[in-house]
Nanobody, 120 residues
Framework: QVQLVESGGGLVQAGGSLRLSCKAS????????MGWYRQAPGNQRELVAQ???????NYADSVKGRFTISRDNAKNTVYLHMNSPKPEDTAVYYC??????????????WGQGTLVTVSS
């Protein structure tokens, strides 16, 4: 079993900053890609940012230059640094990871989600 636990969500003013964290735990051999997705009311879940085990990153156009994804492989943790957030960034943010487990092979795991609200 593998779990992803997110933290750091909350209310932030537009133009401020916020950092989300997501820690993976359980029967983990290694973690390949880790990423953040978000879902706003009435919208589909969308990719925000992704990072490989080697540190290569990919961002949605809407957050390029404002958000930064990073990870600490020793801690099985991924971060999303949100700089200059906008009201349209308001959403539930979900952590995602592709994990190689000792028991079940490769599995895709999702966190429970953390709400980010950006006030104008």
């Amino acid at each position: 079993q593998v779990q992803l636990v997110e933290s750091g969500g909350g209310l932030v003013q537009a133009g401020g900053s916020l950092r989300l964290s997501c820690k993976a735990s359980g029967s983990i051999s290694s973690i390949n890609n880790m990423g953040w997705y978000r879902q706003a009311p009435g919208n589909q879940r969308e990719l925000v940012a992704q990072i490989t085990s080697g540190g290569s990153t990919n961002y949605a156009d809407s957050v390029k230059g404002r958000f930064t994804i990073s990870r600490d492989n020793a801690k099985n943790t991924v971060y999303l640094h949100m700089n200059s957030p906008k009201p349209e960034d308001t959403a539930v943010y979900y952590c995602n990871a592709l994990v190689l487990t000792f028991i079940s092979g490769r599995v895709e795991v999702w966190g429970q989600g953390t709400l980010v609200t950006v006030s104008s």
